[in-house]
């Protein structure tokens, strides 16, 4: 009756066959993003440190120099020496390891735990997913760092009790070593934080597919349920998923340090950056060096990670593929 | 009749990632005092652009690249921003295609509906409201004052229409442009903001620009035709004619696609094959030829002007086509164009 | 609506208990033996008498089961007393009393600033969408936002005090409107800011394509009226939603921002006693933290409603 039908009929596979396009778009897009490119580079740089820093470092972490103690910067220590003379270049590059192990730990535990949660509460809805949202809510009332200072205060010392106990009847030296205490609260400190993000990601996802049209065809076409899953829902939540992550490893990063800052962090052997400001705070007005150093390293980090997830954002994020 | 509203040459294109669209393409056209002009084509074509061009109503993409637009001889394009205030809203009505977003949903009826009133008559808050109230009682929503209060998802969508009217004839203004205004309204509803909207001009005399692409709705309102398609108007005729003695083939395609009442039963509507084309380039070609089933070599190399078309009834029917298709149509028993 | 406003405290309630009950637990099995703490602080002694331990702990009620202590913890939290510190035996109402007002006045204070900075400055970047001023606004926003405030402020102290020499080593609190609260404030706005501008900013470019907003340029109301009268309600009931995130990070930045700055708030309360394990300190901070967060939340759910006339219909079922 009206020219809107004037057009063709609308083509049922477009959505299909232009989903890989979409893909190479979105790193199109990426590419010409000078920000975003900006801010990959320190963070390959980062992960590259943290694989190889021991074979780069000039210094062992360790490794005290007791004739120069506070050195300044000079050609003999690039950024100089802390108190006890270990040569803070090398501690920064140790530190990399720090941060890129426990962002990566953090961010798989919190991942696995929010893709279970979200998932639950999307296919099963209901009651389930009225639990896990307040579960989710509550969570997120939490300010991180209380909750850090929390789990590390009151559940150190026992669990550093239980392992002296189990070192005790087992003689066994894998419970020698309290760092394990520390990478169990600041891990769970961290996941615990990190999973309502998550979950709430996929809880969405599944939701908005579900009743999105082209989904509601194949059901109605009698696609099974898991080529469904395959095809629509987990290419779709990928994008959005990609940039969560993103930012969730640049978060966990900036809560290490920051545990670390607070004194409630990973006691482990080798330096954190948040530990290094922290000490670094304590001289600043005579060796600033010891707090600089580290802070430029994490302010890099900090803001490559805010480029590239804008940048990420802007790629993927679905809102924008429609046009 | 005197001349109002005269378009010249107006271009208007639109910047996208890669390049430009080429919306509106020399548009040229003019509407007398009173007159009711109905613009028509199909989504696309450029006739809401064109509409939104002539007030600067354009989305930040879009850019008026030439043209004039002259109301009663001032051109709009060349006004600064206070005094175009003045032209919209004062004497430029619009009113839009969907009236579930085109109202405020922040704000109640009343507010929005005293601003012209404020801003283009001086009228303090309190006329403003009284007068809106009138307003709201001559579209024909009762108790009126009570009504001003209430916020838009208040009201249901052919209400919603009847408000937005309403507001653009606060200041009783000399022409009144309605883009698409019945598309996004049940079809019983439609035939009543027409009715609506014809009885205010009447009344009124105001000039009114309708623009649809709905050719039914045309017969019933229209003084003229404008038919656009991609960019370009490809025909312009008095009502009657465009009916009776269409020269494009993309009107005589339109006009096939419009079921009859008296036509015989158990026929097809006929629709037009393809897509129009895309705009990312000025054709050298007529836009249409893709799906003309008139095509002659001719239109795949020269896009044709708008030109009077030999023996018209009226002076001011005029085509963009290559060809007379008044015999061809004979020939082919009227069957215009089938899918491809 | 007051059946939607009991709705949402319904919610939040059981979320606070949970929370208190969570981190009750965790002090309960977790922190140590008060008694011991206590002998610890009066008499310096780690050698005791188990026999008069167990009598003081039967004495103060430590020995009778988690739920009833945690029932009478929360018996007393509801009246307003928050126990007693274990390492300096005084009351923790007294120490947060005492500490409170100048972390909620650097608090107010950041949202304040942040808002008529940030408000202003996402409408600017939304109304020059992709020029020049808006890339500088956002490039900034997104640079900013990613610094944390434990970098930022100990640079910012090194740059001004060692670097330019414009200012005095910045320690300590001489309350809001003293020069030492300047650069705490700009660190706090800083790392606050850019939710804001952000926020803001996407809101903008969302309602400039709205077709009300053509509407009211077709009425010839005057650019500066649009924005004020029909752009800015649509624009900021939005960012009440990010609020609640806001304030989460406002209490993280507080406890950074007191420890590197040496303000004496609850922030830095938490920090001393961290190390001394005074856990009746830390979990009545803990809770005040949460209940914050949970009330602003609350309030947010409830005022949303109010600004949106949609939203009203929406969730309080109001016919038409």
């Not at chain 2, 080429?22 to 809401?48: I, M, P, Q």
Request: with cysteine; hydrophobic share 50%.
């Amino acid at each position: 009756m009206t020219t809107q039908e004037l057009s063709g009929p609308a083509t049922f596979s477009t959505v299909e066959a232009s989903r890989s396009n979409l893909w190479k778009d979105a790193l199109a897009r990426l590419a010409a993003n000078r920000l975003a490119v900006v801010g990959i580079i320190p963070i390959i740089l980062l992960f590259f440190i943290a694989i190889f820093g021991p074979y780069l470092t000039p210094y062992d972490f360790l490794a005290q120099d007791f004739t120069a103690r506070l050195a300044p910067p000079s050609s003999v220590h690039w950024l100089g020496t802390d108190e006890l003379g270990r040569d803070v270049f090398s501690r920064i590059l140790y530190g990399a390891r720090t941060a890129v192990s426990v962002g990566v730990i953090s961010t798989v535990i919190s991942l696995v735990v929010g893709i279970i949660m979200g998932s639950l509460a999307g296919y099963l809805g209901g009651r389930v997913d009225m639990m896990v949202v307040w579960l989710t809510d509550v969570t997120r009332s939490m300010p991180a760092l209380l909750l850090a200072i929390v789990i590390n205060l009151t559940l150190k010392v026992p669990l550093e009790a239980w392992l002296e106990q189990m070192y005790l009847q087992t003689k066994n030296t894998f419970f020698r070593q309290t760092m394990w205490v520390d990478l169990v609260l600041v891990f769970g400190a961290l996941a615990l934080i990190q999973w309502p993000g998550y979950a709430r990601l996929i809880r969405g996802q599944i939701l908005s597919i579900r009743s999105r049209n082209y989904v509601l065809a194949a059901r109605a076409l009698g696609m099974p349920t898991n080529r469904i899953l395959t095809r629509y829902v987990i290419p779709n939540a990928m994008g959005p998923l990609i940039v969560a992550v993103s930012a969730g490893l640049g978060g966990a990063m900036v809560l290490e340090s920051a545990f670390s800052f607070l004194g409630v962090g990973v006691q482990l052997p080798i330096p954190s950056w948040g530990k290094m400001i922290s000490d670094g705070l304590r001289l600043w007005q005579t060796h600033s060096y010891l707090l600089v150093g580290p802070a430029a390293m994490m302010a890099i980090i900090t803001v490559s990670f805010a480029w590239l997830g804008d940048g990420l954002n802007d790629a993927l994020n679905p809102r924008q593929w429609k046009e | 009749m005197s001349e109002l509203l005269e378009v010249q040459d107006l271009q208007t294109r639109f910047k996208v990632r890669k390049g430009y669209v080429y919306a509106v393409n020399g548009v040229s056209f003019r509407l007398e005092e009173g007159e009711t002009l109905a613009v028509v084509g199909e989504s696309g074509c450029g006739k809401s652009v064109t509409m939104l061009s002539l007030v600067r109503l354009l989305p930040p993409a879009g850019r008026i690249e030439s043209g004039q637009v002259l109301l009663r001889g001032d051109d709009l394009l060349a006004l600064d921003q206070r005094q175009l205030r003045d032209v919209r809203g004062g004497q430029v009505g619009m009113i839009f295609q969907d009236p579930m977003t085109s109202l405020n949903p922040f704000i109640n009826i009343g507010t929005q509906m005293a601003e012209p009133l404020l801003y283009h008559r001086g009228m303090s808050k309190k006329d403003a409201l009284a007068r809106s109230a009138e307003l709201l009682e001559m579209v024909g929503i009762p108790d009126g004052v009570a009504r001003l209060r209430e916020y838009p998802h208040q009201f249901s969508g052919g209400m919603r229409q009847r408000v937005m009217i309403a507001m653009a004839m606060s200041c009783e203004p000399s022409v009144l442009i309605a883009d698409e205004p019945t598309t996004a309204l049940d079809v019983t509803i439609q035939a009543q903001i027409v009715e609506l909207v014809k009885e205010l001009r009447d009344r009124s005399g105001v000039a009114v620009i309708w623009i649809t692409h709905d050719l039914s709705v045309v017969a019933g309102i229209a003084d003229r035709v404008i038919v656009m398609y991609a960019g370009y108007i490809v025909e312009e005729a008095p009502v009657d004619a465009i009916f009776e003695d269409p020269r494009h083939p993309y009107t005589v395609g339109l006009l096939g696609a419009l079921p009859s009442l008296g036509g015989e039963t158990g026929t097809r509507l006929t629709t037009i094959g393809g897509a129009p084309p895309d705009l990312a380039e000025l054709p050298t070609f007529c836009p249409f030829h893709t799906r003309c089933p008139f095509v002659i070599d001719r239109c795949r190399s020269e896009n044709p002007m708008l030109e009077p078309v030999s023996g018209a009834s009226d002076r001011g029917h005029r085509a963009a086509c290559w060809v007379d298709i008044r015999g061809v149509t004979e020939q082919t028993g009227g069957t215009v164009a089938t899918e491809q | 609506m007051g059946k939607y406003v009991a709705q949402r405290i319904v919610y939040w309630i059981p979320a606070l208990i949970l929370l208190a009950l969570a981190v009750y637990a965790m002090a309960f099995y977790g922190a140590g033996d008060p008694i011991k703490l206590m002998f610890l602080r009066e008499e310096g002694d780690v050698t005791y008498d188990a026999q008069r331990l167990d009598a003081i702990r039967r004495e103060k009620g430590l020995d009778r089961p988690f739920l009833v202590q945690f029932g009478e913890y929360t018996w007393h939290l509801l009246q307003g007393d928050l126990g007693m510190s274990v390492i300096s035996g005084r009351s923790v109402n007294d120490m947060v009393g005492a500490t409170a007002p100048v972390s909620f006045q650097i608090g107010i204070a950041t949202v304040f600033l942040v808002a008529i900075f940030g408000i202003p400055l996402g409408i600017i970047a939304g109304l020059h969408h992709n020029e020049w001023l808006d890339n500088l606004i956002l490039g900034s926003a997104l640079f900013i936002s990613g610094v944390p405030s434990y970098v930022v402020g100990p640079m910012l102290m090194v740059f001004l005090v060692l670097g330019l020499g414009v200012m005095n080593v910045p320690y300590g609190w001489d309350g809001l409107f003293s020069t030492k609260a300047i650069l705490p404030l700009f660190v706090m706005v800083f790392g606050s800011i850019a939710i804001i501008i952000r926020q803001t900013r996407s809101g903008m470019l969302e309602v400039l394509s709205e077709d009300y907003v053509r509407t009211a340029r077709a009425k010839g109301v005057p650019e500066f009226m649009v924005i004020i009268r029909h752009m800015l309600r649509p624009v900021l009931t939005p960012v009440l939603t990010v609020l609640g995130q806001m304030l989460i990070g406002i209490v993280n930045g507080a406890i950074i921002v007191e420890k590197v700055f040496g303000i004496p708030g609850l922030g830095r309360l938490t920090i001393d006693f961290t190390y001394g394990v005074d856990y009746p300190v830390i979990v009545a901070i803990t809770l005040i933290g949460a209940f914050l967060v949970m009330a602003l939340n609350l309030l947010v759910d409830i005022t949303y409603p109010l600004l949106d006339p949609r939203a009203a219909q929406a969730m309080t079922g109001v016919e038409e």
